[in-house]
């Protein structure tokens, strides 16, 4: 059974940097393409980073760029967020997805994803 498992959430104030890591485990191969995404209070889930495991591609939204970077360790089969400049509109929840096919539609489409993480909280403060 394949598992995801984010961690490295937590409360820091604007400015702040936090690492969030994905562990997998259950999938002896490689994934294709693994993503963070992103949901609000009352918002929509919405994508931060993408990496394509092969080529080491990475893609990012708009908010993330220059902030943001998506990194993989593939001897551990982790992916990374490491997350610096924190914004309080930074302050979700944030998700690990797994994609095990290649092809699909664009890396921040979440309905192209077969494997979710629980989740792990940032809270930036002002």
């Known amino acids: 059974q394949v598992q995801l498992v984010e961690s490295g959430g937590g409360s820091v104030q604007a400015g702040g940097s936090l690492r969030l890591s994905c562990a997998t485990s259950?999938?002896?191969?490689?994934?294709?393409?693994m993503s963070w995404f992103r949901q609000s209070p009352g918002g929509e889930r919405e994508g931060v980073a993408g990496i394509y495991l092969g080529s080491g591609n990475t893609f990012y939204a708009d908010s993330a760029k220059g902030r943001f970077t998506i990194s993989q360790d593939n001897a551990e089969n982790t992916v990374y967020l490491q997350m610096t400049g924190l914004k309080p509109e930074d302050t979700a929840m944030y998700y690990c997805?797994?994609?095990?096919?290649?092809?699909?539609?664009?890396?921040?489409?979440?309905?192209?994803?077969?494997?979710w993480g629980p989740g792990t909280r940032v809270i930036v403060s002002s």
């Open positions: 259950g999938y002896s191969g490689r994934f294709n393409r």
């Open positions: 997805a797994a994609r095990t096919e290649a092809g699909g539609g664009t890396w921040s489409d979440n309905a192209i994803y077969t494997y």
